[in-house]
């Protein structure tokens, strides 16, 4: 099942304030303002807190 990126539109950061639009990057979606990726396993996003990892220690995020 892929990912609808029609969804991005709707979707934003729940951890910030500002509710910034996600970045979707291979199957990340990236919040740019809290620098953290959120895994798309099976085509969901895992938005949870303990889900999100920092940018800086996913390889493919840094190319
Ligand atoms: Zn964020």
């Not at 919040?31 to 220690?57: K, M, N, Q, T, Y």
């Amino acid at each position: 099942m892929n990912f609808d990126e029609n969804l991005l539109s709707m979707l934003g950061c729940p951890f910030d304030p500002s509710r910034p639009p996600f970045e979707k990057v291979g199957n990340y979606l990236v919040c740019r303002s809290c620098e953290i990726a959120f895994p798309i396993v099976d085509g969901i996003p895992h938005l949870l807190p303990e889900s999100g990892r920092p940018i800086s220690e996913i390889p493919e995020l840094n190319s």
